[in-house]
């Protein structure tokens, strides 16, 4: 192999350097040496910034972006393996919210302002409540997507289909076991308990039930739950209990929603 001085020595005099002074480039912000390459031969030659990082960070900044993929789509899959949601809720979001009373108008304005505020201040719960049938539900999902979007965690449970599912399923041959669910709604940035207060099939043992959303709404304090039912005030805290009640009312949005029957309405004939 030929020595690096004699490669040097055989291109020295093909080209000549000139400096054209300093400059801020504006693509790193680092200060560069201008140059220009002159060359004498058949050599390529041009301006040049020596020590411009504008390369560097063009990767540094593509790593970042890719992490960040990445991490979306585990908070995506997480959501996906462990929310218990009905088919026709799955793609709901605020774009799919179909407006028809100003009580929807009302409720759709403070779900957004929910998710605009999420994260600026002390965690606040939301409650969704009215009539069945009125899109509190599809409010629910569509926070929880779009903080989804914002890259908190999130998952949603139907209160009635969680309880159901950790007394037949999780203890017994499931890939999800009930400690896993269980932690994964403890720590999440936000959990929607969908239809809170409402019966679930194990109904005979009311005490186990509310003491299982105990277990996780007590484990949420100073975290945003968000709620949704068709009980009043009275009837939900007989229903959950007066702890889970006192839980749920910590920094307590209340949205009621009224009127026409949304998943009727979507039907037309
Ligand atoms: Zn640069």
Known sequence: MEPIGSVLQRYAGLFEIRELGQELCNGCGVTVRLVEVIPKGSLPGGRFKLGCRC?????????????????????????DRLSLISPSLKNARFETFRVETDSQRQALAAAKAYVERFGTGPAENMLFVGPYGTGKSHLAVSVVRALIDREYTGIFASVPDLLTKIKATYNRRSDVSEDDVLEALRTVDVLVLDDIGAEYSGNADESWAESKIFEVMNARQGMATVYTTNLNGEQLQAKIGARNFSRMCEGLVVVKLSGRDYRRTKIKF
């Open 55 to 79: 390369e560097e960070l063009r990767i540094v900044r593509e790593i970042m972006a890719e992490n960040k993929r990445r991490h979306t789509e585990r908070i995506r899959a997480l959501f």
